[in-house]
């Protein structure tokens, strides 16, 4: 896996796919936070199954909501009925970027003060491969190129505590295979 800083100019992306939300528990002492190896290998082989048919080879657009797809940094698990977004991508090159940002940690405070405002920037990407290799990322408003090696399942999340005072929206993009 091979992930660089992408450099280049803002390029319309149109929708491509759609956002899958299973409702992730929260986890109890000594329990994962995340679906199981098997469970993403799983949809990994479904998603390689669908990918290998000819579907969702197109960009890729996910939608961010900052209090459903929020892990708590107080015990680190989702509060219930949040939880990652998951979706697959296929073998490629992608440049990923976080577009259409109006999400806040803090009932929508994002003027003022860098001491007052509370913008919420960075989301974060948790993905393992048919090879159970698995990777993570940091995304921002700039864009970073991703190198798939494998058909890949994602899960994107923003980490904040509270999480039940976030609001907004963002759209996470994979614009590719390039």
């Not at 697959?88 to 577009?99: M, N, P, T």
């Not at 989301?123 to 798939?148: E, T």
């Given at each position: 896996?091979?992930?660089?800083?992408?450099l280049?100019?803002?390029?319309?992306i149109?929708?491509?796919?759609?956002d899958?939300?299973p409702q992730?528990?929260p986890?109890?002492r000594?329990?994962?936070?995340?679906p199981?190896k098997?469970?993403?290998?799983?949809g990994?082989?479904?998603?390689?199954?669908?990918?290998?048919?000819?579907?969702?080879t197109a960009?890729v657009?996910v939608t961010i909501?900052?209090?459903?797809?929020?892990?708590e940094?107080?015990?680190?698990?989702?509060?219930?009925g949040a939880?990652?977004?998951?979706?697959a991508?296929?073998?490629?090159?992608?440049?990923?970027d976080l577009?259409a940002n109006?999400?806040s940690?803090?009932?929508?405070?994002?003027?003022?003060?860098?001491r007052?405002?509370c913008?919420?920037?960075t989301?974060?990407l948790?993905?393992?491969n048919?090879?159970?290799?698995g990777?993570?990322?940091a995304?921002?408003?700039r864009?970073v190129l991703v190198?798939?090696?494998a058909?890949?399942?994602?899960?994107?999340?923003?980490?904040?505590?509270?999480?039940?005072?976030?609001t907004?929206?963002?759209t996470?993009?994979f614009?590719?295979?390039?």
């Amino acid at each position: 896996m091979k992930i660089n800083a992408a450099l280049g100019a803002e390029t319309a992306i149109t929708p491509g796919s759609v956002d899958a939300n299973p409702q992730f528990q929260p986890a109890r002492r000594g329990e994962s936070r995340f679906p199981s190896k098997s469970a993403l290998l799983r949809g990994v082989l479904l998603a390689a199954a669908v990918l290998s048919a000819g579907v969702a080879t197109a960009d890729v657009v996910v939608t961010i909501d900052p209090e459903k797809n929020c892990l708590e940094t107080n015990g680190g698990y989702f509060p219930f009925g949040a939880s990652a977004v998951t979706s697959a991508i296929a073998v490629g090159s992608y440049l990923v970027d976080l577009r259409a940002n109006n999400m806040s940690c803090h009932y929508g405070n994002l003027t003022g003060s860098a001491r007052s405002k509370c913008n919420i920037d960075t989301v974060l990407l948790r993905a393992v491969n048919s090879f159970q290799a698995g990777w993570g990322l940091a995304v921002g408003a700039r864009p970073v190129l991703v190198d798939v090696s494998a058909p890949t399942v994602f899960n994107a999340f923003v980490i904040d505590t509270p999480c039940h005072d976030n609001t907004g929206k963002a759209t996470l993009y994979f614009k590719g295979p390039l």
